[in-house]
């Protein structure tokens, strides 16, 4: 067993995204990067960017939902590393759909992955962090953590319940020297609402009473994304710096529009926090039911510019 002189940083997710973008930063700051990811023959892009950066990346295969290759990954690491001091929990995906579209197991998926996936390569990784009596987990959760939104109740129910979990871990693991961070992030024009989207099995289902409705919505969601400018570089470096930080605070938001709605749902009363979103999503919607003849989605067209608050 060989021991790195650098930190050892282990990342889900490195296909593609804030995974990929923060494993080349990281590895040009000199880490140890293990870049994970589920499908090895996407691993070409990270190449590039690993390339056109400098430095290197150790990548692994590692489904966050098959237990197998977590463990194989975190008992290679292990053998070449000895240890790992951070663990950036970032593999996730997010399902679109209102709850009666979704089928049961559409929703438990999107568990799978979001929550439970993480909890598995978390498992796997504490007992080398407490052997050390050090170590950082970053989980990737989103202002969908701490806010919801209509046709999105499966990806708002995996980051809430990644936050919950994530809060009462860190009571767990502070005796052990290990600290549990969350990182939330707004929209970012990732593949998450490209390639790599997801709509409920009912989504497009024109005899669903929420059919226009959930058309509306998507047209809305990609509108707002299309004119976002923000760089999902953004998360690369929060976690740079969270690494470096001391005492690096519990919940940290690397945007304006994730700070401001996390500002707006603290200060204002739900009741009219509540109205706020739903007149950002449903306005056009909110004098008649889904699926009733007389409403018409493309009142609320005008309203296109608002933050689509479903990531
Ligand atoms: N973009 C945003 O606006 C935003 C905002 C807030 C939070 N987030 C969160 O940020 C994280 C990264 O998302 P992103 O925006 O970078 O999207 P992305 O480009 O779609 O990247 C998602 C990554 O997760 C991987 N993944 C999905 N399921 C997996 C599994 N079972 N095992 C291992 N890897 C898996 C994907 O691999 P494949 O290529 O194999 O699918 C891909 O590498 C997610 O947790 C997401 O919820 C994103």
Redesign the pocket.
Known sequence: MSQSSSQVVLI????????LLTAARLAAKGYAVVAT???LR?EGNLASEVNRRGGAVEVLQ????DKLSVARAVEHIRMSHGRIDVLVN?????IGGFFEDLTDEEIRAQME??FF?VQNVTRAVIPLMRQCRSGKIIN?S???GFSTSPAFSAYNASKWALEAFSESLRYELQFFGIDVLLIE????K???FYE?AQYAQNFDNPQSPYFVWSQHLRKRVLAYVNDCHKD?EEIGIMVEKLIRAKNPPFRNIPDIESQMLSWLRRVLPFRIYSAMIRMFFMEGFSRSRPGEADHNPMRSERNSSMPAQV?
Not at 12 to 19: E, L, M, R
Not at 62 to 65: H, Q, S, Y
Not at 185 to 188: C, L
């Open positions: 889900t997710g490195c296909s593609s995204g804030f995974g990811m589920r499908d996407k590692l489904d966050v939902t970032n593999a996730g995906y997010g992955t979001n996936g990737i989103s202002v969908a992030p707004g929209t970012y990732t593949r998450i790599n999902p990531r």
